[in-house]
């Protein structure tokens, strides 16, 4: 299906007919797993979306955090989107080159920050690049743009309201890994971790949401995903993964289905698994 919903996933169709809107901005925030030998900037360089801007999840960060990619402060965010001209009034379009995998995460850390107007690309930059579309190399020329944040509290958990939550049956607490790594059954690829689950969470690998060309399923679909993994959509839901980047396509998922009660497990396992006084759990 094409979807064309400007605050969760559009298409490639949608972007092509919106991309010379005066007020569209558009950013590669493509991230990879260090095994995965790529390098997201110098891929940024050679070619991207015409006008897009490079977002670096690693450093529009919290980078005094030990863990990760960890969500930046408000002051942080607005600073750095400033400067790359992104601010109020603008519509976002997010996209990375596996098709979504990072994106997903820009697209919760806008949200996080208050801002709605914020979609990800349908299939990212493989489709775009697949249907034959425009492509650039040089920069886009940036003027800073006013930005604004209002600070969502709710859709963020640290590891002591996941660990209540886990204890107290409070939410759901649903995990993007593997089921291998979920299980135990696969080593961690941070070393130092241990191998399990959070106790009482489900397993919706993020994979099961998407299509074998990297693009959403339908919201049939991934309602059916969640069903099938025992999760009850009637919950408040907490979604974690190994460092809270797959973890945001599940969000992004349940922001299609309708369900708002959501909430993202930032430290997810990179924290969790390192520390011997929380319990885990395998199968």
Wanted: include cysteine; proline fraction near 7%; charged fraction near 25%.
């Amino acid at each position: 299906m094409a979807y064309e919903d400007p605050r969760t996933v559009v298409s490639t169709e949608w972007l092509a007919q919106h991309l010379e809107d005066p007020d569209l901005r558009i950013l590669d925030a493509s991230w990879y797993l260090p095994d995965e030998g790529r390098d997201p900037k110098a891929e940024y360089a050679a070619e991207h979306i015409p006008g897009a801007r490079f977002f670096d999840i690693d450093e529009i960060a919290d980078t005094r955090s030990p863990l990760p990619h960890m969500a930046p402060s408000p002051e942080k965010f607005m600073s750095r989107m400033r400067a790359m001209g992104v601010g109020d009034g603008h519509q976002v379009v997010v996209y990375d080159g596996k098709g979504l995998f990072s994106a997903a995460r820009v697209w919760w850390l806008f949200r996080l920050m208050g801002k709605q107007d914020v979609a990800v690309l349908d299939g990212g930059l493989p489709k775009w690049k697949a249907e034959g579309r425009p492509l650039e190399d040089m920069p886009p020329i940036l003027r800073e743009r006013h930005m604004t944040t209002a600070f969502q509290h709710h859709l963020v958990k640290d590891v002591t309201q996941v660990a209540r939550a886990a204890k107290l049956g409070e939410a759901e607490i649903v995990d993007a890994r593997s089921p291998e790594r979920f299980c135990g059954r696969a080593p961690e690829p941070r070393p130092g971790l241990r191998s399990g689950h959070i106790p009482g969470a489900k397993n919706v690998h993020y994979a099961t949401l998407l299509g074998e060309d990297g693009t959403l399923r339908s919201p049939e679909e991934i309602r059916a995903a969640f069903e099938a993994a025992g999760v009850d959509l009637a919950r408040p839901i907490i979604t974690s993964c190994g460092s809270g980047v797959t973890a945001a396509i599940l969000n992004l998922g349940l922001e299609v289905i309708g369900h708002r009660n959501h909430a993202l497990y930032d430290g997810s396992w990179a924290e969790w698994g390192q520390f011997p006084e929380l319990a885990v759990e395998t199968c």
